[in-house]
């Protein structure tokens, strides 16, 4: 099948390239026309585990293309998924402009039956919006698809291949079919599909994120209410986890969630739900809860300097929001080096992913190491903000050889605790003792 993506972001061209390797031609269409001449001689344009290579063999194969001509592209093929930016408005409900306005760009150019398939995370009505906008243009009949994506990054090539499910929302028999027929490589491998209407499907992605940070929220707490009371929360964890109503995955505390998605979705769905006069209480709270969660280490360090951190060498190993990404949005380590800096601390970071992400944004207020080791010379401390693989077993020794003081202030409860005990340094993380 041919299948046109409008939007070549994050999930446009994941979308993309999964579509081309179950064997579509893919019409990849975005405005950027430097990107499309990088990536039309085969450069990714983010960090993906696995992309890269799936990306060049479909190039190679003749089956993924692309392009800056939106025409051209929509002309290819019947199906248009949508794969546009709907960033955070002023009040944190999503903005649509980009949606709306290639679903006019579609309405005026399209010359036979399309079915016009939303990816992007967008507020319940979106695909009412989008049909009235195409409608309004064109007397040609087409059909619009909810279709949600729940991939997660750095595991977006795995997640995309191997869905937990595929959600469809549309009432449409015909629109119904395509979908079938696009997914029954997944469905073939027992991979549910579950078509619902587009309402309940655009609901469906907001509900799945803000639960996950729910659940992650209420974790950081109850971590926090075990330092108070002497529990371990990898015990608990452990305990409630086992419970397969509640399952182990996404209870992990720390400081905070963070990324492109969870808070941007939380925020929206607060906001949609007050435009409908209905309070999410919960998510309001999870929202204060993960603010205070992604800065609960500063007092501690401040606490271990005794009130004070003006001139302190701070080490930072970890800038991503979470590992195997090069993404800082709404990173934790970005929250924490802000207020270090306001209160006078030196910040010396490494995260050979995510450095030159930060440095377009922190430019030299924070200083970079080029390796873990490093950013430990003459340190008064380690803060951990993101749990990368290198950073889990450590070289103790040459750690404490670097480190002018030995304390250890932990964000992603690396480390067991006798592990650093035994090793002589001051070790604070989530929800164990100190
Ligand atoms: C999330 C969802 O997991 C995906 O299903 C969804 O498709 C995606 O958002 C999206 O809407 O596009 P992602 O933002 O890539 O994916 O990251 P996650 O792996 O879900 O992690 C989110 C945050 O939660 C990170 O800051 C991570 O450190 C934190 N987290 C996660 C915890 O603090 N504890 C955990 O146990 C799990």
């Known amino acids: 099948m041919n299948i046109t993506i409008v939007g070549t972001g994050y999930v446009g061209l994941v979308t993309g390239t999964t579509l081309a390797e179950l064997g579509n031609t893919v019409y990849c269409v975005d405005i950027d026309a430097k990107k499309v001449a990088r990536m039309k001689q085969g450069s990714v344009p983010i960090y993906e585990p696995g992309l890269e290579e799936m990306f060049l063999r479909n190039i190679q194969a003749q089956r993924l293309f692309f392009t ?10 019947e199906v248009i998924y949508l794969a546009l930016p709907t960033p955070p408005g002023e009040d944190g409900s999503a903005d649509l402009s980009y949606v709306i306005s290639v679903a006019n ?52 090539v795995e997640d995309s291949m191997n869905p937990a499910r595929v959600i469809v929302g549309s009432e449409s028999e015909k629109a119904q079919e395509v979908m079938a027929k696009i997914y029954q490589p997944f469905t073939n491998t027992g991979i549910p599909i579950i078509f619902m209407d587009e309402k309940s499907s655009e609901l469906t992605k907001y509900a799945a994120n803000s639960f996950l940070a729910v659940k992650i929220t209420f974790m950081n707490e109850i971590a926090n209410y075990c330092e108070k009371v002497g529990a371990d929360v990898d015990k608990v964890r452990l305990g409630m986890g086992s419970d397969d109503r509640i399952g182990h995955r996404f209870l992990f505390p720390g400081i905070g969630y ?9 925020k929206a769905l607060i906001k949609s739900g007050k435009q409908e006069g209905f309070d999410f209480q919960i998510l309001e709270a999870t929202e204060e809860v993960n603010q205070n969660q992604k800065i609960i280490l500063v007092s501690e360090i401040e606490k271990y300097f005794k009130g004070n951190i003006e001139g302190k060498k701070i080490a930072l190993w970890g800038l991503a929001f979470k590992a195997n990404t090069d993404d800082i949005r709404e990173a934790s380590s970005l929250d924490n080096i802000k207020i270090l800096l306001e209160k006078g601390a030196e910040i010396t970071a490494y995260d050979s992913i995510a450095e030159d992400n930060v440095r377009q944004v922190l430019g030299d207020q924070i200083s970079y190491a080029k390796d873990m080791y490093s950013a430990l010379e003459g340190a008064d401390c380690l803060l951990i ?50």
Request: hydrophobic fraction near 35%; aromatic fraction near 10%; charged fraction near 30%.
């Open 105 to 156: 760009q579609i309405g005026e150019m399209m010359t036979d039956y399309k079915v016009i398939v939303n990816k992007s995370t967008v507020p319940v009505g979106t695909a009412d919006k989008v049909r009235e906008t195409i409608a309004a243009k064109t007397k040609i009949p087409f059909d619009v698809v909810s279709n949600p994506e729940f991939l997660r990054e750095g595991f977006a």
């Open 385 to 434: 903000a993101t749990e990368w693989s290198e950073f889990k077993n450590p070289n103790f020794e040459l750690m404490a050889q670097k480190m002018k003081n030995k304390a250890i202030f932990d964000g992603r409860n690396m480390f067991a605790l006798e592990q650093v005990e035994d090793k002589g340094f001051f070790y604070k993380s989530i929800g164990r003792k100190t």
């Open 258 to 266: 963070g990324g492109s998605c969870f808070p941007k979705d939380v």
């Open 68 to 77: 800056t001509d939106i025409k051209e592209a929509l002309d290819k093929s």
